[in-house]
């Protein structure tokens, strides 16, 4: 049996517009009336018509995810999985769907943008793990369309959410420097990307303020895959290091693969931090010392902050928020200093 409004209106105890209020999420209920009328509404099963709600509110209640990654790499590394788990609870929480895209057709990324985003099918967009120069964010500002931006961007148009990568890079890196080492090596981030930017930068601030030199020797670029951190240790085994801070948890799998093939042990030989705090940090051994950022939590937040956009006056929509979160260092076996 298919409900109408003035049924749930009726047993709801309410006037037809308030339910047609709520559904079509109007500021102007009680938090209270608004949960009675949404409890009705789960009880009897009612499904709001999508396409007379999208006219009455001028949304679809659609945010488009774009991750300008292959599908490949998008499952291969946890921090996605972690990512879109945060998205996804948010979405289901303020009752929004989600359109996961990946630039990785046949037509490439201008052929997606075009199909996707000018379809008129989302209310805004977050954009994640995109590099400094991707040709998506200009066209995303140039044609008004309300997105957030997962990881800082130089334009200082574009809002974004973010962790303290320089902190965090910084952090670890004195852990290092606290434990007695001088000779610090660093596989980075991609440097096309403000994270792999951001936590170099870290590693050469604490560096300096310790007044260790800055070895150009003892610094690789790695691309947050196990293959570059592979390929990032066996380089910097020429400059002899004593400690290596890895700019992610996957490089750092790999940096300790290409070690136990040299036969070095870790952390006897070389001491080892890393940056994510991804559930494989503990499922190897040694257990990673690491940055933790909230993967999580920057996907809700991301969602918070692209729907606070959309809701502001036209006015107000110019203005990028810009919101960066803590990380925090957590101490295991690959550091040396639990022994």
């Known amino acids: 049996m298919a409900h109408t409004l003035e049924e749930i209106a009726r047993l709801a105890g309410v006037s037809r517009s308030t339910v047609s209020r709520v559904i079509n999420d109007h500021p102007n209920v009680k938090p209270q009336v608004r949960e009675h009328v949404w409890q009705i509404i789960r009880q009897v099963g009612y499904q709001p018509h999508a396409a007379a709600r999208s006219l009455a509110t001028h949304r679809t209640q659609i945010i488009g995810v774009i991750i300008p990654e292959s599908v490949t790499t998008l499952f291969a590394d946890p921090f996605f999985s972690l990512f879109l788990s945060g998205v996804t609870t948010a979405c289901n929480e303020k009752r929004y769907n989600l359109m996961l895209s990946l630039f990785n057709g046949p037509d490439g990324p201008g052929g997606m943008y075009e199909r996707i985003l000018h379809s008129a099918s989302l209310d805004g967009v977050i954009v994640a793990s995109a590099t400094v120069d991707d040709p ?23 809002p974004y959410v973010d962790v303290d990568n320089v902190g965090g890079a910084r952090m670890a890196t004195e852990h290092l420097i606290r434990l007695g080492h001088q000779r610090i090596g660093i596989v980075t981030g991609p440097r096309n990307m403000m994270s792999g930017r951001d936590r170099l930068e870290g590693y050469k601030e604490a560096l300096q303020a310790h007044r260790i030199p800055i070895d150009e020797s003892l610094i690789v670029e790695g691309d947050y895959r196990e293959g570059g951190g592979m390929a990032g240790a066996r380089r910097l085994l020429a400059a002899s290091p004593t400690a290596i801070f890895v700019a992610s948890d996957v490089m750092a799998i790999g940096v300790l693969k290409a070690l136990r093939q040299e036969g070095i042990d870790v952390p006897g030989d070389i001491a080892l931090v890393s940056f994510d705090d991804l559930p494989i940090a503990t499922a190897v051994e040694p257990a990673l010392t690491t940055v933790r950022q909230p993967i999580g939590r920057l996907g809700s937040l991301a969602v918070d902050v692209l729907l606070s956009l959309l809701d502001r006056p036209p006015q107000l929509q110019a203005v990028a928020d810009k919101i960066v979160l803590p990380t925090e260092l957590i101490v295991r076996a690959s550091c040396g200093a639990m022994r």
């Open 136 to 158: 998506l964010i200009p066209r995303l500002l140039r044609d008004c369309i309300p997105f957030v931006m997962v990881g800082r961007h130089p334009d200082e148009r574009v």
